[in-house]
């Protein structure tokens, strides 16, 4: 099966400059999560969908990010304006997990968007 | 919170060597628990997961023991080669209300050298 994809691969943009990501999940997969992961840390959850609704975005700077996943499938994640410590890299990550379908399922992680604000 | 604490890099190697990175979880109820790992370059790859206390995960030639007694997930392999040279994340799955979510430890980088 094709896996996560997303675009760009890189992006380097100078502060208070705006960006978009974009996010295709694995076909049929109904939750999509964009995860934040800054060098030398672990990825921190953003915000997670569930097919085109919000499940939990407790942990998304919401003055200055926003992400839709309009019908269910593609996802954008944008940020404006950028600051400088939003340098790191963006993952998109998709799970066939279901309401109640249990924890143990995987996420497939797609490659991810570096990010460099100057 | 839920939370994972892995120990800290990197950890460098001979080829052959054994390994062993540490992983510790918080969490509240049972969650499940996984290792995933990021080769240079790619994205994060599930490498093993268990799903309740005493489940063995094991993939590749890697192990990890879920340890509720203790609150580990400790990741081992007896020979370890250059090509397991990657950045390996400890995580936990605390589905609230039934949706999953993935919170990672720091990561742990791993040099195997010949």
């Known amino acids: 099966e094709a896996g996560v994809a997303q675009s760009p691969r890189y992006k380097i943009i100078e502060k208070r400059q705006s960006v978009a990501f974009w996010c295709n999940p694995i076909s049929g997969h109904a939750t999509l999560y964009w995860y934040q992961q800054i060098l030398g840390q672990g990825p921190k959850l953003l915000i997670q969908?569930?097919?085109?609704?919000?499940?939990?975005d407790s942990q998304l700077p919401k003055d200055r990010f926003s992400a839709e996943r309009l019908k269910g499938v593609d996802s954008t994640l944008k940020i404006q304006p950028a600051k400088l410590e939003d340098s790191a890299v963006y993952l998109c990550?998709?799970?066939?997990?279901?309401?109640?379908?249990?924890?143990?399922?995987?996420?497939?992680f797609g490659n991810g968007t570096r990010l460099t604000v100057t | 919170g839920n939370s994972v604490t892995q120990m800290e890099g990197p950890v460098t190697l001979s080829e052959e060597a054994f390994l062993t990175i540490n992983c510790t979880y918080t969490?509240?109820?049972?969650?499940?628990l996984f290792w995933y790992v990021q080769y240079p370059g790619e994205g994060l790859q599930l490498l093993l997961k268990a799903t309740k206390a005493d489940d063995k995960g094991s993939n590749k030639g890697f192990e990890a023991t879920y340890r509720k007694e203790t609150t580990s997930f400790h990741l081992e392999k007896g020979s370890v080669q250059v090509s397991d040279s990657a950045v390996y994340f400890c995580?936990?799955?605390?589905?609230?209300?039934?949706?999953?979510?993935?919170?990672f430890g720091a990561g742990t980088r791993l040099a195997v050298h010949p």
């Open positions: 990550a998709s799970s066939s997990l279901g309401t109640g379908s249990g924890k143990g399922s995987p996420l497939h």
């Open positions: 995580a936990l799955s605390a589905g609230a209300g039934g949706y999953n979510k993935l919170i």
């Open positions: 969490a509240t109820g049972y969650p499940s």
């Open positions: 969908f569930q097919n085109n609704g919000v499940v939990d």
